[in-house]
């Protein structure tokens, strides 16, 4: 990730953490910037084992607290899983996932045709719509690869 969007968004953390009344301590920053660095959408774990080598100090429940707290709030996102283990992100741009049932790896991709996906007129109920992701599931072209 390039500084100057990792600034944008630290300073956009900040701001939504302290609208909702949440203290930025160094510790909260530190488990966002290993959520924001990672591309692979991780688990409460894999941040965890991330954070370990520069903060030995930090205890896992304090990871897993800490994210699921951020995710209520609103500053990251918890993604769909197959393993049923929650896994976050802190991408709140609207973007699309290939998620491989192999290995489990999600794959973030952009499309503003899926964007504008209207609300089937089919579908139950009155809904309002805050978002919209399309979840491609398949294998990918390592565990492909690896298969043959
Ligand atoms: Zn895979
Ligand atoms: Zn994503």
């Known amino acids: 990730m390039n500084e100057a ?3 944008k968004m630290t300073e956009e953390f900040i701001s939504r ?3 909702h009344g949440l203290k930025v301590t160094p510790q909260r920053l530190a488990i966002f910037r290993a959520l924001a660095g990672s591309k692979e959408h991780p688990s409460a774990d894999a941040v965890y084992r991330r954070l370990v080598r520069e903060h030995p100090t930090i205890s896992f429940d304090t990871v897993n607290r800490t994210l699921l707290t951020f995710a ?3 500053v990251i996102e918890t993604v769909e899983s197959h393993s049923g ?3 976050y992100e802190t991408d709140l741009m609207s ?3 290939l998620h491989c049932v192999k290995c489990g790896r999600i794959i973030d991709f952009t499309d503003s045709s899926l964007d504008d996906i209207p609300v089937p007129s089919n579908a139950p109920g009155s809904f309002t719509i805050l978002g919209k992701r399309v979840v491609f599931s ?3 072209e390592e565990c492909r ?3 043959s």
């Open 5 to 7: 969007r990792e600034g």
């Open 17 to 19: 953490c302290r609208s």
């Open 72 to 74: 209520e709030i609103g």
């Open 85 to 87: 283990v929650r896994r």
């Open 95 to 97: 973007h699309h996932h």
């Open 138 to 140: 398949g294998i990918c």
């Open 145 to 147: 690869k690896k298969k």
